[in-house]
């Protein structure tokens, strides 16, 4: 199935007829692509350097059944930027990058491709650290492990960041109910929460703990039916009724570009808030629109920044405590971003990013040669 997100994928080629690869590069500012294949192993991949001012680029592995490599090469190169300002807001010492394996991960993966990936990630010298990321699990990251130190997220040591990205989420959102109704109590709000893999489902764990009306939607029935099992007071919400739900929250936790030309024309909803990378479908454009239509936009980057830093956590030593503390920052970042767009009568994505961007030229001078 391809989504909203990957579709994008047509648009943002078509104007480069010739070597679209480094003018896209150019255009969005990447230090370096290396791209991956093996037949032996059946491995096709890309793997995306966006910004090494701060450190080096920290991002995970996404594997997804793009329909052409095309659609992968957009994905790696939005998703590689959106981590080096991700990582730049959250006050990390990391930069940006992003690696994607273009197959099926429910049929395609094996030890072999895996351990393969880690010896392309090993060939950039520490300059990117990889993770796991949408189609791939803790267990993945050892094969990967096996062929290269530069990885994070392991059985044992940090683990699966979805809990502490999730707690974030959580917290960000009750930050965006601070400004939108004065009070960040989601108690009897109403929210739906779009996709419940292993973030989204965590997340609801916390919406429910606090009382609010959760109503839940997914592609896959056994993750829906998952979730209602664990909660059976959540609603679970057709994937073709989504936009006509009346909600108070909006929580998108699967692919991105949700927030598009058709979803905003029907969107009931006073807070856009979820786990999703690239929520927006073109940043410039709906950016605008949500801040025009009046409703508060958690930049993605901003909210679901827990994942990274359990993973900084484990690169750096800390504790998991120390990770789930500082995914609670969220709330206070989220916070600024949205009172500061309110104040400026500005997008919050563009609040965002001039205050990731300002760190990276900030540290920029700091590492300057005398």
């Known amino acids: 199935m391809e989504t909203n997100e990957l579709a994008l994928a047509k648009d943002a080629l078509a104007k480069y007829d010739s070597n679209p690869v480094i003018l896209r590069m150019d255009e969005m500012g990447h230090e370096q692509l290396l791209f991956c294949n093996d037949p032996d192993t059946g491995l096709k991949a890309i793997i995306g350097v966006h910004n090494t001012v701060l450190g080096p680029a920290l991002g995970g592995t996404r594997m997804w059944a793009y329909q052409n490599e095309n659609e992968a090469l957009v994905d790696v190169l939005r998703l590689s930027r959106g981590m080096t300002y ?21 049929t395609m993966k094996s030890e072999a ?17 990889t993770a796991e990321d949408v189609g791939i699990s803790p267990a993945d990251m050892v094969y990967v492990n096996m062929e290269t130190n530069h990885v994070v997220g392991l059985p044992g040591k940090s683990g699966d960041p979805s809990p502490v990205t999730a707690y974030g989420t959580y917290a960000g959102m009750k930050a965006a109910a601070k400004v939108a109704y004065g009070s960040d109590n989601l108690e009897g709000k109403r929210v739906l929460v779009q996709g419940v893999g292993s973030v989204g489902s965590s997340l609801v764990g916390h919406l429910v703990k606090e009382g609010a009306k959760v109503y839940v939607s997914d592609i896959f029935e056994g993750s829906l039916q998952k979730i209602k099992s664990a909660h059976p007071q959540v609603e679970i919400v057709a994937n073709d009724a989504i936009y006509d739900l009346d909600m108070d929250i909006y929580a998108p936790c699967a692919l991105g570009a949700t927030v598009n030309d058709e979803s905003l024309a029907k969107l009931k909803c006073a807070i856009i808030a979820g786990a999703a990378n690239n929520q927006l479908a073109h940043e410039n454009i709906h950016g ?18 827990g994942g990274v830093m359990n993973c900084y956590a484990e690169v750096k030593g800390l504790s998991a405590e120390w990770a789930m503390n500082k995914a609670g920052d969220i709330y206070t970042t989220i916070l600024n971003i949205v009172q500061r767009s309110r104040n400026e009568n500005i997008p919050t994505h563009v609040i965002a990013n001039k205050m990731a961007e300002e760190r990276i030229i900030a540290i920029g001078k700091v590492k300057l040669p005398l």
């Open 113 to 129: 491709m895996m351990r393969r990936f880690g010896k392309f990630v090993n060939s950039l010298g520490g300059k990117y650290i």
């Open 86 to 106: 991700k990582n730049s807001i959250s006050g990390l010492n990391l930069g940006g990058g992003k690696a994607v394996i273009i197959g099926d991960a429910r």
């Open 288 to 305: 605008k629109a949500v801040l025009e239509k009046g409703i508060i936009y958690a930049p993605d980057y901003a909210i679901n920044a």
